[in-house]
């Protein structure tokens, strides 16, 4: 399909195959098809957010506050990886049509992500509505 091509190609252009990767989302092909490792022990994100309880309830709808101490103790891991590992791009999902039931789950939803990523990251760009963040640096 197109959106594996433009991802991983995007994966592979604008980084190192030394360079990581993170994924907001339930989508871990860049890893696979861009060859770049994860930064993080959570491959995919749904393990960061009430996803398989709103989506069984047909909910539709996500405060942060609605996070339990699973959740919140899997950020504190999160934002340890991403400190220590530093991704060179972190590509957002919940804005595609291809991920309808990440919708709910924009990054900036999660304020620890969000100052991380507004910290270290410009928005590079977009890719079949998957937002491309690159890390800020001298080779940026």
Known sequence: PRLEFDAFAVCQTLSAPDETLFVWGNYAYPYYLG???PATRFVIAEYLVPYWEKYLN??????ESELNPLHQKNLQHLMMDLQTHQPKLILDTSSSAHFPNWSMYPLESISVLKVFV???????????????????????
């Open 35 to 37: 060859k770049r490792k």
């Open 58 to 63: 047909h909910v539709t709808e996500f405060h």
């Open 118 to 140: 507004q910290e270290h990251y410009f928005l590079w760009g977009t890719v079949e509505g998957i937002k491309i963040w690159k890390k800020i640096g001298p080779q940026s």
